[in-house]
């Protein structure tokens, strides 16, 4: 029997129903499991997301863009297609695409964590045939905190800058890390104010119906924002510029999964830095895995020949997928994990539906386009 | 250990050296005298045991969490450090310790974890060590662990400088950072005991054979702006050769001689030709100087030295194979009295009262090559020109003569601590230099861990390319990001963490001196390698070629 998705110069593609998941080139039709930049493109045809997620693709692909959507779990046939999105955990609106035809089923993982999130629905395991899954951290190497040890390590650091007089900056992703740390953290401790970027997607997230604390956008030209007190929430790319300027003394720390390791820590320069990501760990990996009942598993973005390999171990039928892009997920793709900024342009010398997408392009924060 | 483990924490969480300090300070302040001792010889990198074999602590770790070798070795090859890639993949301990409230009984001195479970450890059956170590896995965090590890494998080192620790202990023991880091110099503080007479306020007994501590040069290399022409006028300054040799000081005191090593450790044993000469010295008698070997009134090379350098035990036949001269070029101690603050044209005329000059007749007026010594101890020569232009062209000659170039020492000055800017100034010759192929690329540490940062670089030779070098990045952060992602994508084979790429990039590549050698496949040995800028604009088969390289060492080589 035919796959139901195959690599395409485009991106991945259903031939039998002739969409395409995440495609890095314009396509007539797109299935978008979630609207970071490496997977959400400008310029299809249609797009269908999953109904959470409609404001934040629509912020990103313009007020133009034809945009359908489902409800989780709601499934829809598109030329014979059975096709459903279900949720994957990773930012407001992610989901994973299911696709039956034939008698068999394919789900397509996109980006997913298997922690709690107050800023979007669960992941949800769903059963299928052929799993098709990211290994952005498939090294036994990551693990993460709980949400409770990262927000009660937060707390600590933000209030003890407080009370030293010194700005707390934690550099995020402007869309879902962004978000899910101003909603882990403690808001009395003190301000919570936001770099521009994050503040489109905080109200992208509030109008989708998503609580958060309050969070103040940083007044332009504003002189010690905050006085010493607030926690700014900023994308990556503010390193390196005049924008951190504007806080007088800060202590910057890095919120990111690649923060696992003491190197990358140290050549990144960070004092401090946080294991939070918004990807499966490397037991999450395997648990979906486990849990998706799937016998055959093709491992996309990241440690993918490792976790292929212990996974034909373990009996399955997997392999790596042969993306255009199989460079590893590099320690330094730390700008990487997801997109930088919503203003940047999602050019992309280096498209492709997982993480090293933006590696190419953002590299170095500090580098990347604001 | 909980304190130490925070220590380090602390020392790896920043980079400014006041941060560190303060860290240390503390540390020092809080510490058990046991402990302290213990931290000392840690930080100052010591000579550590490895208590357990690192094969073992894999298997044992692939055992423990289930997963199959391959994987942890796949694992360390991405994080880079070993101690760290098992920390992070074992299971969490059976009951979290509580680290805010500090309070774990199982938690026990630096010391103690050191005498009684690392170094007993060692002697231990592996099934014994085997238990021990699952405990201890048991029971500790991941933070923990990693220190735990470089413990216990003898792979403890913080990113601390020894002056750093010398400093803290100074402010802790209220005495100047000269005095304690001379007080560091050369003894062990084995115990609680020795630690509080490290600490005592008291000058120590002045009869111990403890060195000085170095000072050290910086490179006048046109960096920051410091070049010759910075340097004021040339009667200022006192040059002399800068030998390539291995720097150390002799110390005559009481009836004992003994000879250090810039790295602090005790060298008698390897050097009992100087450790003899040395005791025709006056006693109360401190050089500084340079170890040499020198045969047949030929300098020998830093190769041949090294041959002597590193043995415990010298045979006679090595003694008149490679025999070693003591240059001096600094008297620190005269009769007993430290004369490091008085001003260099003071001490070189004392000196130069106290040590032979060397040269026979036949050498040239600047010393240049090796000396006809009837003493294993004489006098380095001063180079002396009317004008920096002289001196320059004086330094162009290094090569020819076996030197690394020229050293510039203020006349005015006293002889500092560590590497003081200002003072003293090493003028070296350019480097060698030749284009070369990236060819392997192995994943750095520390820093650089997980980054392809340390490559094996080849020439040309009869149609292939031979390795000839390895060498650690000189590159830029950002090229050595990029030149990570092309090894990675060009990657024919791997071999552990090592890469072998598709011949692809040419690297500059510079060197100190070529000389022939038995050791290496290509017949020659580079000194100091290190690659200086990636041309991009030449392609591999524009590289340079094996018999380029042959033609640069002195005298030429047999093929």
């Known amino acids: 029997m035919q796959d139901l998705v195959e690599v395409t110069e485009a991106g991945l593609y259903c031939r039998q129903g002739d969409f395409f998941v995440d495609p890095w080139r314009p396509v007539p039709r797109a299935i978008i499991t979630h609207a970071h930049a490496d997977h959400a493109r400008r310029g299809c045809g249609r797009y269908l997301c999953a109904a959470p997620g409609k404001l934040v693709l629509r912020s990103r692909m313009g007020g133009q863009a034809p945009i359908d959507v489902v409800r989780h779990g709601e499934s829809i046939l598109i030329n014979g297609v059975r096709v459903s999105l279900h949720p994957a955990g990773h930012v407001l609106g992610s989901a994973q695409v299911r696709l039956e035809h034939g008698g068999t089923t394919w789900v397509v993982t996109g980006d997913y964590k298997l922690e709690r999130d107050p800023t979007c629905a669960p992941f949800e395991p769903v059963r299928c045939d052929v799993l098709v899954t990211e290994s952005t951290f498939g090294l036994p190497v990551y693990r993460w905190p709980s949400s409770e040890v990262i927000a009660a390590d937060l707390d600590r650091w933000w209030r003890g800058n407080r009370d030293a007089g010194r700005t707390s900056v934690v550099l995020a992703y402007a869309l879902g890390k962004a978000q899910r740390l101003a909603a882990l953290v403690d808001p009395s401790i003190g301000p919570i104010v936001a770099h521009g970027a994050v503040m489109t997607m905080v109200e992208a997230y509030r109008a989708s119906g998503v609580r958060l604390p309050p969070i103040d956008r940083v007044p332009p030209r504003a002189r010690r924002v905050g006085g010493g007190r607030a926690l700014v929430i900023a994308p990556p790319s503010v390193l390196g510029g005049s924008w951190l300027r504007l806080f007088g003394e800060t202590s910057v720390a890095m919120a990111s999964g690649w923060m696992t390791l003491r190197g990358v820590r140290r050549r990144r320069g960070f004092a401090q830095g946080f294991v939070v990501s918004d990807h499966a760990d490397f037991p999450g990996l395997l648990a979906a895995i486990e849990a998706s009942s799937a016998r055959r598993v093709l491992v996309t973005h990241g440690f993918a020949d490792p976790l292929a390999r212990l996974l034909r171990e373990r009996g399955l039928d997997a392999a790596p997928l042969a993306t255009r892009f199989t460079g590893e997920a590099s320690p330094d793709a730390v700008g990487v994990e997801e997109d930088d900024d919503p203003e940047a342009p999602a050019s992309g010398t280096a498209p492709s539906p997982g993480a090293d997408a933006d590696a190419a392009t953002a590299g170095i924060p500090g580098t990347a386009a604001e | ?559």
């Open chain 2, 1 to 559: 250990m909980r304190a130490f483990t925070d220590l380090f924490w602390q020392l790896d969480g920043t980079t400014r050296t006041s941060e560190k300090l303060e860290a240390l300070v503390a540390y020092f302040r809080a510490a058990p005298p046991d402990d302290a001792a213990c931290a000392i010889d840690v930080l100052s990198g010591g000579r550590q045991i490895r208590a357990v074999p690192t094969s073992l602590l894999r298997q044992w770790a692939a055992e423990v969490t289930g997963l199959p070798p391959w994987l942890v070795e796949e694992s360390y090859a991405h994080v880079g450090d070993l101690a760290e890639t098992l920390a992070l993949i074992l299971p969490d301990p059976a009951a979290p310790a509580d680290e805010a409230a500090g309070a774990n009984e199982a938690d026990v001195g630096l010391a103690r974890l050191m005498r009684t479970t690392i170094h007993s450890l060692r002697q231990e059956t592996e099934a014994r060590k085997r238990e021990v170590v699952l405990a201890t896995w048991r029971r500790l965090a991941s933070r923990e662990r990693i220190v735990w590890h470089k413990l216990l494998t003898g792979g403890c080192r913080v990113g601390v400088s020894r002056t750093l620790v010398a400093r803290a202990l100074a402010e802790v023991a209220g005495v100047e950072p000269a005095v304690m880091a001379h007080r560091l110099m050369g003894g062990d503080v084995v115990d609680g005991e020795a630690y509080r007479r490290l600490l005592a306020p008291q000058r120590h007994d002045a009869d111990d054979r403890r060195p000085y501590p170095f000072f050290l040069a910086s490179a006048l290399d046109g960096a920051e702006g410091h070049d010759v022409a910075s340097l004021g006028g040339v009667a200022d300054w006192q040059a002399e050769w800068k030998w390539d040799g291995m720097r150390a000081q002799l110390v005559r005191r009481g009836s004992d001689v003994a000879v250090w090593s810039r790295g602090e450790e005790l060298v008698n044993e390897a050097f009992p030709d100087i450790v003899a000469a040395g005791a025709t010295l006056p006693a109360g008698t401190v050089l500084d100087g340079e170890l040499l070997a020198v045969a047949g009134g030929r300098l020998l090379g830093f190769s041949m030295l090294s041959r002597r350098s590193g043995r415990r035990t010298v045979t006679r036949r090595l003694l008149e194979d490679i025999p070693c001269v003591f240059v001096a070029y600094d008297l620190l101690e005269e009769r007993g009295e430290d004369l490091r603050g008085r001003p260099l044209h003071e001490r070189r005329l004392r000196l130069e009262a106290l040590v032979p000059t060397p040269f026979a007749a036949g050498t040239d007026a600047h010393g240049a090559g090796p000396p006809q010594v009837p003493s294993a101890i004489f006098l380095s020569p001063v180079v002396s020109a009317a004008s920096w232009t002289d001196l320059g062209l004086l330094r162009a000659e290094a090569r020819r003569r076996g030197v690394e170039g020229l050293m510039l020492k203020r006349r005015a000055s006293p002889y500092g601590v560590g590497r003081t800017r200002g003072d003293w100034w090493k003028w070296k010759i350019e480097p060698l230099e030749i284009d070369a192929v990236l060819l392997y690329a192995q994943a750095g540490h520390g820093r650089r861990a997980g980054l392809h940062s340390d490559y094996t670089l080849g020439l040309w030779h009869e149609g292939r390319l031979v390795t000839v070098a390895k060498a650690y990045s000189g590159l830029a952060d950002t090229e050595i990001v990029e030149v990570d992602r092309i090894v990675r994508a060009t990657t024919l084979e791997k071999h552990g963490p090592v890469r072998i790429c598709e011949p692809m990039l040419v690297f500059q590549l510079a060197f100190e001196a070529v000389s022939a050698s038995t050791r290496h496949k290509s017949g020659v040995a580079v000194r100091f390698p290190r690659i200086v800028r990636w041309r991009r604009d030449k392609q591999p088969s524009e590289a340079g070629t094996l018999d380029d390289l042959r033609r640069m060492i002195p005298g030429g080589v047999p093929r």
